[in-house]
């Protein structure tokens, strides 16, 4: 029986409860450290894989023992003089954007999503591409808006309200558009510190002022889960970037089940949820190195 998108996005998103139901509230650590070590998965034709699909590709790069993060499509291989060998399963992914149709009936434009699923195979899967794998002393770092930023670098070039006050809370306020942390002397190690920070920041990218994500109102709400998890992927997205070990935080516990919930009932929040966390991702870093270059400057 043919794949169907449903059927790809259904198998991403049990794979990512399973990850959750093993590893709890800290299930996006092995996933970043993996990234960490051996850079994140992009195209043999020079793309970088981003939301959902990077997140998949990397979760199968760990079960298959694959150590480097080159993948491509049967004719892409083909099209570098690559092959793939015989026997070789590839791996479903999913593309998705928004396009604008005319209505037949109406005539009016509207926009409507575009889903599509490929198969793709990594490097070791082929022969021929021996001369595409990547040294492993340059995998961590494989983008140059990545180069030399530090944790620290990339949340002071925010200039975001960061508020340090004694106690157990770090919460984003979207009504005073502030960042509240407990002090850092209370963290039992400096990835505690970052991983948190970085999870709030995440939030802060969500403010109308910037990229406008809708919150939850109260714990327990859909849109809250949703949130709680493109903040958690943002995260684990920007610690991977500056090398900080993703370390679990126990009041996220409290989120797992109602995250599990809502990609169980439909699939295909998990790809927006990811879509939303790359793109915090991207807008925190883009910031981070377009400070950098002017310093530089």
Same mark, same amino acid.
């Given at each position: 029986?043919?794949?169907?998108? $449903?059927?790809?996005?259904?198998?991403?998103?049990?794979?990512?409860?399973?990850?959750?139901?093993?590893?709890?509230?800290?299930?996006?650590?092995?996933?970043?450290?993996?990234?960490?070590?051996?850079?994140?998965?992009?195209?043999?034709?020079?793309?970088?894989?981003?939301?959902?699909?990077?997140?998949?590709?990397?979760?199968?790069?760990?079960?298959?023992?694959?150590? $480097?993060?080159?993948?491509?499509?049967?004719?892409?291989?083909?099209?570098?003089?690559?092959?793939?060998?015989?026997?070789?399963?590839?791996?479903?992914?999913?593309?998705?954007? =928004?396009?604008?149709?005319?209505?037949?009936?109406?005539?009016?434009? =509207?926009?409507?999503?575009?889903?599509?699923?490929?198969?793709?195979?990594?490097?070791?899967?082929?022969?021929?591409?021996?001369?595409?794998?990547?040294?492993?002393?340059?995998?961590?770092?494989?983008?140059?808006?990545?180069?030399?930023?530090?944790?620290?670098?990339?949340?002071?070039?925010?200039?975001?309200?960061?508020?340090?006050?004694?106690?157990?809370?770090?919460?984003?306020?979207?009504d005073l558009d502030h960042i509240v942390l407990p002090l850092k002397g209370q963290f039992a190690s400096s990835d505690g510190y970052y991983g948190t920070a970085f999870h709030e920041l995440t939030h802060w990218t969500g403010h109308k002022s910037r990229l406008d994500r809708t919150f939850g109102k109260r714990f327990g709400d859909e849109a809250y889960a949703f949130e709680e998890l493109v903040a958690e992927m943002g995260a684990a997205m920007l610690c991977a970037v500056s090398g900080v070990t993703v370390e679990p935080r126990p009041d996220h516990a409290k989120y797992l089940a109602s995250w599990i919930k809502a990609i169980k009932d439909d699939a295909s929040k998990l790809m927006t949820a990811a879509s939303m966390a790359e793109k915090a991702s991207m807008y925190i870093l883009e910031t981070a190195n377009q400070t950098q270059l002017v310093e530089a400057a």
């Open positions: 029986m043919a794949t169907t998108k $449903q059927n790809v996005l259904e198998t991403i998103a049990t794979k990512v409860i399973e990850m959750m139901e093993e590893h709890g509230s800290g299930w996006t650590k092995p996933w970043s450290g993996f990234v960490s070590d051996h850079g994140a998965p992009r195209s043999g034709v020079g793309r970088r894989y981003t939301g959902i699909n990077s997140l998949w590709l990397t979760v199968e790069m760990m079960e298959r023992g694959y150590d $480097q993060p080159i993948f491509a499509t049967f004719k892409q291989w083909q099209s570098l003089n690559a092959s793939v060998k015989k026997g070789e399963k590839g791996i479903p992914v999913v593309f998705f954007k =928004k396009i604008d149709i005319e209505d037949k009936d109406t005539g009016e434009r =509207k926009t409507i999503p575009l889903l599509k699923n490929f198969t793709v195979f990594n490097i070791d899967q082929v022969e021929g591409a021996d001369g595409m794998r990547i040294d492993g002393d340059a995998l961590p770092n494989d983008q140059e808006w990545m180069d030399d930023l530090t944790a620290e670098q990339i949340i002071e070039a925010q200039n975001a309200d960061i508020q340090h006050q004694a106690g157990d809370r770090a919460y984003f306020s979207r």
